[in-house]
C-alpha cells in the first residue's frame, strides 16, 4: 500500500507532491490534465515573478520539482474511491490504486458565458474574457469592463470589479430581477445593468463586443459570474461532507469529516488562489505526513 494517492496535479496537488516526496513518503499523483492554471495567461499577482508568469510555465516548473524528488506522476482520471481497510482504493479505468491516505486536489470549472468555443479561448488568451477579479482586476483598471451574471454573485463581483474602474455593466443572462436593496447599491455605485442573454460576440480590433437589449455593447473585458462546478464528487461518494455548493468542508490542518481524506486548493472551501492552494497543499502534506508517523514511525 501506498503513503498517500494525490488527486489532481495542479498547484495544490503538485505542492503536496514536492512536500510528501521530500518526506520520503510512497506517493502517488494522478492528473486528468485540466488544471485551471493552465488557463492563466499570465499571472501578475502571484509573488516572486515581478514581470509575471504563464499558468503552464508555472505548472511546468512544479512538476519538474516534485519529479525531481521521485514524484511518480501519471496522467490518467480516477473515477472512484472508496474506503477501505487501512486506506482507501482508487479506481483508475481497470486498475485499482491502495493507500493509507488521500489527497483531493481536483480543483474546479467555471461555467462558460455562451459563445463559441473557439472564441471563449481566443478571448481569454487576450485578457478580453477573465474570470477572477481577485487576480487580475489590477489589470482593468480604467478600463470598460462587464460582469456577465445576475443576482447576488454577480452583483457582488460587480461591486468588487468597481474598484477597479468606475466604467462597469451588469449583463443578465436573461432578465435582471434585484432585490430593491441590491439595486440601491449598484446604483450608488454606478453600475449599469443589461438585461440579456448576450449574443453574436465577436473580437473587433483591442475590444470584445456582444448583442444584448438594447443595442450592440464593447467592452475591454468581460467576467462571467456564473458560478462553478466543484470537483469533489469523489469525495463525497468515499463519505466526505461538502457544502451546498460542492466545497470539502475541511479543518484548519486540511482533513476532511473522512479520517485519512484531505482536501486542499479550490476544491476546499476558501479563496480560490495559487498561493492558497499551495499554502493548504503544504498544510495537508505536513499532517499527512505527521499522522503517518503517528501510526508508525517514518524512522530511516
Ligand atoms: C483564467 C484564470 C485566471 C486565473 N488567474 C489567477 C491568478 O492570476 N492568480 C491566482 O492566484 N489564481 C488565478 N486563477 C485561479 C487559479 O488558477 C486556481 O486557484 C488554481 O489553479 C487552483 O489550483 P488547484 O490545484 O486547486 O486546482 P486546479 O489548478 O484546477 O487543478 C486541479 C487538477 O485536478 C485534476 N483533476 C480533477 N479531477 C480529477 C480526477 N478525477 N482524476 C485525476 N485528476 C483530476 C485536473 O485535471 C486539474 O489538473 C485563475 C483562474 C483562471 C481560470
Redesign the pocket.
Known amino acids: 500500500m501506498d503513503d498517500c494517492i494525490i488527486?489532481?496535479?495542479?498547484?495544490?496537488?503538485l505542492t503536496a507532491a514536492i512536500y510528501l516526496s521530500r518526506y520520503h513518503l510512497k506517493i502517488r499523483l494522478?492528473?486528468?490534465?485540466?488544471?485551471?492554471?493552465a488557463?492563466?495567461p499570465c499571472?501578475?499577482?502571484?509573488a516572486g515573478y515581478p514581470e509575471g508568469v504563464s499558468?503552464l510555465d508555472l505548472l511546468a516548473a512544479m512538476r519538474a520539482q516534485a519529479e525531481k524528488y521521485g514524484t511518480v506522476r501519471e496522467a490518467?482520471?480516477?473515477?472512484a474511491l472508496r474506503t477501505v481497510d487501512g486506506g482507501f482504493a482508487a479506481q483508475i479505468g481497470e486498475r485499482e490504486v491502495r493507500a493509507r491516505s488521500v489527497l483531493l486536489?481536483?480543483?474546479?470549472v467555471?461555467h462558460r458565458p455562451p459563445m463559441p468555443d473557439g472564441l471563449h479561448d481566443a478571448a481569454?488568451a487576450q485578457g478580453r474574457i477573465?474570470?477572477?477579479p481577485v487576480?487580475?482586476g489590477y489589470e482593468v483598471t480604467d478600463k470598460r469592463v462587464a460582469v456577465y451574471g445576475t443576482g447576488e454573485h454577480a452583483a457582488r463581483e460587480a461591486l468588487f470589479v468597481r474598484s477597479f474602474t468606475r466604467d462597469v455593466t451588469l449583463i443578465a443572462p436573461d432578465a435582471h430581477d434585484l432585490p430593491p436593496a441590491q439595486q440601491a447599491e449598484l446604483d450608488a455605485a454606478g453600475i449599469e445593468r443589461i438585461d440579456g442573454p448576450a449574443r453574436d460576440w465577436a473580437i473587433e480590433g483591442e475590444e470584445l463586443t456582444l448583442s444584448a437589449a438594447g443595442g450592440r455593447f464593447a467592452f475591454d473585458s468581460l467576467y462571467p459570474a456564473l458560478g462553478s462546478h466543484i470537483?469533489s464528487e469523489?469525495a463525497v461518494q468515499a463519505g466526505a461532507r461538502a457544502d451546498p455548493s460542492g466545497c470539502l468542508e475541511v479543518d484548519d490542518h486540511q482533513r476532511t469529516s473522512l479520517a485519512g481524506l484531505f482536501a486542499?486548493?479550490?476544491?476546499a472551501k476558501g479563496l480560490?488562489?495559487?498561493?492558497h492552494?499551495m499554502g493548504e497543499a503544504g498544510v495537508a502534506a505536513t499532517t499527512i505526513r505527521n499522522m503517518l508517523n503517528a501510526e508508525a514511525p517514518l524512522w530511516r
Open positions: 488527486i489532481g496535479g495542479g498547484p495544490a496537488g494522478f492528473d486528468c490534465g485540466s488544471s485551471r492554471a488557463l492563466i499571472t501578475h499577482n502571484h499558468g490518467a482520471k480516477v473515477t486536489a481536483t480543483g474546479v467555471n481569454l477573465r474570470y477572477c487576480c487580475d470537483r469523489l486542499a486548493g479550490d476544491v480560490d488562489q495559487i498561493s492552494a
